[in-house]
């Protein structure tokens, strides 16, 4: 499956960023899929992850109750809208596609990745 991330930017903390993902080459509704981030010089860290079907989401401490992952099979389209924004969620951010263990929060179990898109927060 391809990924293509879309909708980074710069924003002021306290703002808003709405990320999508489209896929495309297999059927998107086969795969957990996942958002991730890296900061410069930090490791790729789990950020979301949303189910099949869409009706279980799993969130990192850090973004819990301001971040809200969603997908739209009919779409082949998956979402992260980020509200509250804080200097420290700036990174590149990637959409990915879980392989391995379905409901992993492990980068090295999602085997599919897109390209990134770039989140700036200033303070």
């Known amino acids: 499956v391809q990924l293509q991330a879309s909708g980074g930017g710069l924003v002021q903390a306290g703002g808003s960023l709405r990320l999508s993902c489209a896929a495309s080459g297999r059927t998107f509704s086969e795969y957990v899929m996942g958002w991730f981030r890296q900061a410069p010089g930090k490791e790729r860290e789990f950020v979301a992850r949303i189910s099949w079907s869409g009706s279980s989401t799993r969130y990192a401490d850090s973004v819990k109750g301001r971040f809200t992952i969603s997908r739209d099979n009919a779409k082949n389209t998956l979402y992260l809208e980020m509200n509250s924004l804080k200097p420290e969620d700036t990174a590149v951010y990637y959409c990915?596609?879980?392989?391995?263990?379905?409901?992993?929060?492990?980068?090295?179990?999602?085997?599919?990745w897109g390209q990134g898109t770039q989140v700036t927060v200033s303070s």
């Open positions: 990915a596609a879980a392989t391995r263990t379905p409901m992993s929060t492990l980068p090295e179990d999602y085997g599919y």
